[in-house]
């Protein structure tokens, strides 16, 4: 079977690997543009192209899917199937109907359960217990095909977002792995998605303000959800920014302490939640790096009965 793979990050690496490892025909790759990073903003190539240039697959980098000349070269690619992890741009719908097996999508979700931008986030910041990956054909509707595969996992109470993402790729890449070989056999039998659809819009600067007001496991919820990217943020009596890198509930208790307020400094940094206390573990000052919460109250950047907000 020729396989057009569409993949830019680490999560799609994974299972472009597994695909690769296995002996699939990998006819070519499409990636996202090379984008500046760092200080001296120097051109990067995401993860994909560099693996697929060292194992030899003709890597394409189009602006645009839309249009004749991509048309011309999905004629010239000629796939029997079309595997998506995320790329990063909707499929017309010339290429959702071109492959002859369609195209097959790799989400980090339990649909139809967060679909959308943030599903592992977004599912994490909610306190779900569960969660998984889905093989689903696409659509033209966002995240909306017909199911092919599913694989639960739990998320553990101290799970953050880095670590649910590696345990996914990895289900993923192998939920993948098994989702092809029932294509190819023909069995697999498609499920329409039904009722209970939810939506995991894309993390935007407001969600990563932490209200104290809420209860700590609501708030210890945001801050792993959100680290180690983009990170959860308050701020300091001064003003000044503080993001959390990690954080542990102390306590689910309700306490007689202002929402925000600090009340110890034994190695963590303890605050007052709407209900319960909340232990930041980690964090990162304003114009600092990444530090122990430790390292941060010995150097005197906080007390106890500071109001953080």
Not at 9 to 38: M, N, R, W
Not at 128 to 151: R, S
Not at 239 to 250: C, H, M, N
Request: proline letters at 6%.
């Amino acid at each position: 079977m020729k396989i057009l793979f569409m993949g830019t990050p680490d999560f799609a690496l994974v299972s472009l690997k597994a695909l690769c490892e296995a002996g699939h025909e990998i006819v070519t790759v499409i990636t996202q543009p090379d984008k500046p990073k760092g200080r001296g903003h120097h051109m990067m190539p995401p993860p994909v192209k560099v693996y697929a240039m060292e194992q030899g697959i003709n890597v394409l980098q189009p602006l645009t899917l839309r249009g004749e000349e991509f048309a011309q070269t999905l004629e010239n690619i000629a796939p029997e199937l079309i595997v998506v992890v995320a790329y990063g741009r909707i499929l017309p719908k010339n290429v959702l109907d071109y492959p002859k097996y369609g195209c097959v999508n790799v989400h980090g979700s339990l649909l139809p359960e967060y679909r959308g931008a943030a599903p592992m986030q977004r599912a994490i910041i909610d306190g779900k217990k569960i969660t998984g990956i889905t093989t689903m054909l696409m659509a033209e509707g966002l995240d909306t095909g017909d199911m092919l595969l599913k694989a639960e996992m739990p998320i553990d109470e101290n799970d953050n977002f880095e670590t649910v993402h590696d345990k996914l790729a990895a289900i993923g890449a192998s939920l993948l792995l098994e989702t092809v070989r029932g294509l190819e056999s023909g069995s697999i039998t498609p499920t329409p998605q039904g009722e209970g659809a939810t939506y995991a819009a894309k993390i935007e600067k407001g969600d990563c303000l932490i209200d104290f007001s809420k209860t700590a496991d609501e708030v210890h919820n945001l801050i792993r959800g959100l680290s180690p990217i983009p990170l959860s943020f308050t701020h300091t009596p001064d003003g000044k920014l503080l993001k959390i890198t990690e954080s542990r509930v102390y306590s689910r208790e309700k306490t007689e302490f202002k929402p925000g307020e600090v009340i110890s400094l034994d190695g963590e940094i303890r605050v007052a939640c709407g209900e319960g206390i909340i232990s930041l573990r980690g964090v990162v000052p304003e114009g600092k790096s990444k530090m122990r919460a430790a390292d941060f109250i010995n150097g005197r950047k906080i007390s106890v009965g500071d109001l953080l907000s």
